[in-house]
């Protein structure tokens, strides 16, 4: 069973950094598209970054230069990044996972990727 459970969510000041993480567990991570995305409220889910099975990356335009997407295939943690906060970087963020490279840095930014399991989704509050 796919399971993925992001950590290291919380509260950091404008112009601050966290760095979020995804353990994964019940499937072979180092084949899968992995992504982060989030939803803030009153908003739709939001791609940010997304990164294939052999490391390449493609990131949001709202991502770009800021956050940075990696991953560790031995340990089975997905990382996201996030420097220099902004207010519009509060949200919900989801971990996301789709057994398959295929069109990942294509269409992997968008929910219709039709990923196959998410996070529960972790909290990051950005103040002022």
């Known amino acids: 069973q796919v399971q993925l459970m992001e950590s290291g969510g919380g509260s950091a000041q404008v112009g601050g950094s966290l760095t979020l993480s995804c353990g994964v567990s019940?499937?072979?991570?180092?084949?899968?598209?992995m992504g982060w995305f989030r939803q803030a409220p009153g908003k739709e889910r939001e791609g940010v970054a997304v990164?294939?099975?052999?490391?390449?990356?493609r990131y949001a335009a709202s991502a770009e230069g800021r956050f940075t997407i990696s991953r560790d295939n031995d340990k089975k943690i997905l990382s996201l990044q996030i420097q220099n906060l902004k207010p519009e970087d509060a949200a919900m963020y989801y971990c996301?996972?789709?057994?398959?490279?295929?069109?990942?840095?294509?269409?992997?930014?968008?929910?219709?990727?039709?990923?196959?399991?998410w996070g529960q989704g972790i909290q990051v509050t950005v103040s002022s």
């Open positions: 996301a996972a789709k057994a398959t490279w295929l069109g990942c840095l294509i269409f992997g930014l968008t929910p219709s990727y039709s990923y196959d399991a």
């Open positions: 019940g499937f072979t991570y180092s084949t899968y598209c």
């Open positions: 990164i294939n099975n052999v490391g390449t990356t």
